[in-house]
Protein backbone atom coordinates (compact mmCIF):
# COMPACT_ATOMS: atom_id res chain seq x y z
CA UNK A 1 0.00 0.00 0.00
CA UNK A 2 1.54 3.31 -1.11
CA UNK A 3 2.11 5.60 1.97
CA UNK A 4 -0.31 8.30 3.02
CA UNK A 5 2.26 11.31 2.50
CA UNK A 6 3.22 10.06 -1.27
CA UNK A 7 -0.14 9.35 -2.48
CA UNK A 8 -1.05 13.41 -1.43
CA UNK A 9 2.57 14.44 -3.07
CA UNK A 10 1.79 12.71 -6.17
CA UNK A 11 -2.17 14.00 -6.58
CA UNK A 12 -1.03 17.50 -6.07
CA UNK A 13 1.53 16.76 -8.45
CA UNK A 14 -0.85 15.39 -11.12
CA UNK A 15 -3.29 18.40 -10.12
CA UNK A 16 -0.84 21.08 -10.68
CA UNK A 17 0.12 19.37 -14.19
CA UNK A 18 -3.27 19.00 -15.13
CA UNK A 19 -4.82 22.48 -14.24
CA UNK A 20 -1.14 23.80 -16.01
CA UNK A 21 -2.29 21.97 -19.06
CA UNK A 22 -5.62 23.13 -19.15
CA UNK A 23 -4.45 26.64 -19.14
CA UNK A 24 -1.70 26.01 -21.86
CA UNK A 25 -4.00 24.66 -24.13
CA UNK A 26 -6.59 27.20 -24.11
CA UNK A 27 -3.67 29.79 -23.77
CA UNK A 28 -2.58 28.64 -27.09
CA UNK A 29 -6.11 28.99 -28.71
CA UNK A 30 -5.96 32.44 -27.00
CA UNK A 31 -3.13 33.36 -28.48
CA UNK A 32 -3.71 31.86 -32.17
CA UNK A 33 -7.34 33.95 -31.69
CA UNK A 34 -5.20 37.41 -30.83
CA UNK A 35 -1.82 36.84 -32.01
CA UNK A 36 -2.51 34.76 -35.14
CA UNK A 37 -5.78 36.71 -36.54
CA UNK A 38 -7.72 32.72 -36.04
CA UNK A 39 -11.67 33.89 -35.75
CA UNK A 40 -13.04 31.02 -33.72
CA UNK A 41 -16.16 29.31 -35.09
CA UNK A 42 -19.06 28.44 -32.33
CA UNK A 43 -17.83 24.98 -32.27
CA UNK A 44 -14.21 26.30 -32.14
CA UNK A 45 -15.30 28.41 -28.59
CA UNK A 46 -17.90 25.70 -27.57
CA UNK A 47 -14.87 23.36 -27.04
CA UNK A 48 -13.29 26.28 -24.69
CA UNK A 49 -16.08 25.88 -22.07
CA UNK A 50 -14.96 22.60 -20.36
CA UNK A 51 -11.44 24.56 -20.01
CA UNK A 52 -13.15 27.45 -18.49
CA UNK A 53 -14.96 25.56 -16.21
CA UNK A 54 -11.82 23.28 -15.51
CA UNK A 55 -9.13 25.53 -14.44
CA UNK A 56 -10.47 26.62 -11.40
CA UNK A 57 -11.38 23.32 -10.28
CA UNK A 58 -8.04 22.46 -10.82
CA UNK A 59 -6.80 25.05 -8.71
CA UNK A 60 -9.27 24.37 -6.40
CA UNK A 61 -7.83 20.49 -6.23
CA UNK A 62 -4.49 22.00 -6.07
CA UNK A 63 -5.57 24.23 -2.93
CA UNK A 64 -7.04 21.56 -1.22
CA UNK A 65 -4.16 19.33 -1.83
CA UNK A 66 -1.54 21.74 -0.14
CA UNK A 67 -4.08 22.76 2.62
CA UNK A 68 -4.32 18.95 3.32
CA UNK A 69 -8.31 18.44 2.61
CA UNK A 70 -9.43 15.52 3.05
CA UNK A 71 -7.95 13.69 0.17
CA UNK A 72 -12.14 12.99 -1.24
CA UNK A 73 -12.37 16.68 -2.05
CA UNK A 74 -9.09 16.60 -3.94
CA UNK A 75 -10.15 13.15 -5.53
CA UNK A 76 -13.67 14.72 -6.28
CA UNK A 77 -12.27 17.82 -7.73
CA UNK A 78 -9.57 15.96 -10.27
CA UNK A 79 -12.63 13.62 -11.14
CA UNK A 80 -15.19 16.42 -12.24
CA UNK A 81 -12.31 17.86 -13.83
CA UNK A 82 -11.50 14.48 -15.87
CA UNK A 83 -15.02 14.16 -16.88
CA UNK A 84 -14.92 17.74 -18.51
CA UNK A 85 -12.13 17.07 -20.14
CA UNK A 86 -13.54 14.13 -21.43
CA UNK A 87 -16.61 15.91 -22.42
CA UNK A 88 -14.39 18.72 -24.40
CA UNK A 89 -12.61 15.54 -26.19
CA UNK A 90 -16.67 14.17 -27.69
CA UNK A 91 -17.03 18.35 -28.48
CA UNK A 92 -13.68 18.06 -30.52
CA UNK A 93 -14.46 15.05 -32.06
CA UNK A 94 -18.06 16.24 -33.05
CA UNK A 95 -16.03 19.36 -34.24
CA UNK A 96 -13.47 17.13 -36.30
CA UNK A 97 -16.06 14.87 -37.67
CA UNK A 98 -17.82 18.13 -39.13
CA UNK A 99 -14.43 19.21 -40.32
CA UNK A 100 -13.74 15.88 -42.45
CA UNK A 101 -18.02 15.96 -43.58
CA UNK A 102 -18.48 12.80 -41.99
CA UNK A 103 -21.68 14.19 -40.31
CA UNK A 104 -23.17 17.69 -40.33
CA UNK A 105 -22.48 20.58 -38.68
CA UNK A 106 -24.75 23.42 -36.83
CA UNK A 107 -26.65 25.45 -38.89
CA UNK A 108 -24.89 28.42 -38.41
CA UNK A 109 -21.61 28.92 -37.11
CA UNK A 110 -21.75 32.77 -35.84
CA UNK A 111 -19.68 33.79 -33.27
CA UNK A 112 -20.10 37.11 -31.08
CA UNK A 113 -15.86 37.30 -31.81
CA UNK A 114 -14.34 40.30 -32.35
CA UNK A 115 -13.29 39.84 -36.22
CA UNK A 116 -13.28 43.13 -38.57
CA UNK A 117 -12.64 46.53 -38.05
CA UNK A 118 -15.36 49.02 -38.04
CA UNK A 119 -12.27 51.89 -38.72
CA UNK A 120 -13.02 52.09 -43.00
CA UNK A 121 -8.85 53.08 -42.66
CA UNK A 122 -8.22 49.86 -40.88
CA UNK A 123 -10.96 47.38 -42.86
CA UNK A 124 -8.40 46.34 -45.81
CA UNK A 125 -5.74 44.86 -43.29
CA UNK A 126 -8.33 43.73 -41.20
CA UNK A 127 -9.32 41.29 -43.74
CA UNK A 128 -6.37 40.50 -45.18
CA UNK A 129 -5.08 39.35 -41.49
CA UNK A 130 -8.15 37.85 -40.14
CA UNK A 131 -9.52 34.39 -41.43
CA UNK A 132 -13.33 34.07 -41.36
CA UNK A 133 -14.89 31.62 -39.17
CA UNK A 134 -16.06 27.97 -40.42
CA UNK A 135 -17.27 25.30 -38.71
CA UNK A 136 -16.54 23.12 -41.68
CA UNK A 137 -13.42 23.96 -42.62
CA UNK A 138 -10.49 23.55 -40.56
CA UNK A 139 -8.50 26.97 -40.52
CA UNK A 140 -5.17 25.42 -40.05
CA UNK A 141 -3.91 22.06 -39.77
CA UNK A 142 -0.76 20.75 -38.37
CA UNK A 143 0.88 17.38 -39.10
CA UNK A 144 -2.60 16.40 -40.51
CA UNK A 145 -4.81 17.16 -37.78
CA UNK A 146 -7.16 20.72 -36.98
CA UNK A 147 -7.74 22.66 -34.25
CA UNK A 148 -10.48 20.17 -33.14
CA UNK A 149 -8.27 17.00 -33.98
CA UNK A 150 -5.03 18.59 -31.44
CA UNK A 151 -8.20 19.47 -28.76
CA UNK A 152 -9.04 15.82 -28.83
CA UNK A 153 -4.98 14.68 -28.09
CA UNK A 154 -5.11 17.27 -25.20
CA UNK A 155 -8.38 16.56 -23.71
CA UNK A 156 -7.73 12.68 -23.59
CA UNK A 157 -4.59 13.29 -21.87
CA UNK A 158 -5.52 15.77 -19.28
CA UNK A 159 -8.71 13.55 -18.61
CA UNK A 160 -6.36 10.56 -18.18
CA UNK A 161 -4.08 12.83 -15.77
CA UNK A 162 -7.01 14.35 -13.80
CA UNK A 163 -8.53 10.99 -13.55
CA UNK A 164 -5.42 9.32 -12.36
CA UNK A 165 -5.02 12.05 -9.63
CA UNK A 166 -8.63 10.98 -8.92
CA UNK A 167 -7.92 7.92 -8.27
CA UNK A 168 -4.91 8.37 -5.65
CA UNK A 169 -5.86 7.66 -1.51
Known amino acids: MIDASVAQRQQL ?16 A ?20 PYYYGIPLGVLAVLSS ?19 MLVGAGIGVYHAGVEWHFWEGPSTCATA ?4 SSDVGDLL ?4 AKHAPS ?5 LRIF ?8 VIASLILAAIALRGATKA
Open 66 to 84: VLKAPAWITRTLLLLVGIL
Open 13 to 28: LLAGLVTLGMAMTVGG
Open 125 to 128: GDLD
Open 113 to 116: AQGV
Open 144 to 151: GLSFAGWN
Open 135 to 139: CTDAA
Open 30 to 49: LGFEHIGGYIPCALCLLQRD
